[in-house]
């Protein structure tokens, strides 16, 4: 995973973790969102992830 999100932030300047966190909020594990899928929202500080799958 931090091989993926070093290559994306020395690529791209940017490199995205989503937080994955337990039912009492505790962060259980970090997961690598690709730089390529993610996207800007109207919302201020929102980002979002697109799906590329194939239709």
Same mark, same amino acid.
């Given at each position: 995973?931090?091989?993926? #999100? /070093? #290559?994306?932030?020395?690529?791209?300047?940017? /490199?995205? +973790?989503?937080?994955?966190?337990?039912?009492?909020?505790? *962060?259980?594990?970090? &997961?690598?969102?690709?730089?390529?899928?993610? &996207?800007?929202?109207?919302?201020?500080? *929102?980002? /979002?992830? +697109?799906?590329?799958?194939?239709?």
């Amino acid at each position: 995973m931090l091989s993926k #999100f /070093a #290559f994306d932030l020395l690529w791209s300047g940017n /490199a995205y +973790l989503q937080i994955i966190k337990n039912s009492f909020g505790q *962060v259980i594990k970090l &997961r690598h969102l690709p730089y390529l899928t993610m &996207r800007y929202s109207d919302k201020p500080g *929102v980002y /979002a992830q +697109l799906s590329l799958s194939e239709k």
